[in-house]
């Protein structure tokens, strides 16, 4: 399986960005994730998804302004960031597992990272 994340940019606060990763290999049932990185800290849970059903899951730090959704015939997943704070500023990373999970260590698979920087 192989992971490309892009759509990281620079942007003021109040904006938005759409962060893309495309997914090659086997999906199926998998489930996919969003974590962040800032300098300096853990590298934290974002957003998830289901390939199947779609089902949705958030931090609370983002709820109401991400948004993650999927395209499967493009095995491709999004992120929609809007209201976007200085303290989204991170590397996002996109990863693939089999199991619904906010742990960087239950997940297989990883992207490269895409900076986001969110600038006042």
């Known amino acids: 399986v192989q992971l490309q994340a892009s759509g990281g940019g620079l942007v003021q606060a109040g904006g938005s960005l759409r962060l893309s990763c495309a997914a090659s290999?086997?999906?199926?049932?998998?489930?996919m994730a969003w974590f962040r990185q800032a300098p300096g800290k853990e590298r934290d849970f974002v957003a998830g998804?289901?390939?199947?059903?779609?089902?949705?899951y958030y931090a609370d730090s983002v709820k109401g302004r991400f948004t993650m959704s999927r395209d499967n015939a493009k095995n491709t997943v999004y992120l929609q960031m809007n209201s976007l704070k200085l303290e989204d500023t991170a590397v996002y990373y996109c990863?693939?597992?089999?199991?619904?999970?906010?742990?960087?260590?239950?997940?297989?698979?990883w992207g490269t990272g895409t900076q986001v920087t969110v600038s006042s």
């Open positions: 998804i289901r390939w199947s059903g779609g089902t949705t």
């Open positions: 290999g086997r999906t199926g049932n998998a489930y």
């Open positions: 990863a693939q597992g089999w199991v619904v999970s906010t742990d960087q260590y239950a997940m297989n698979y």
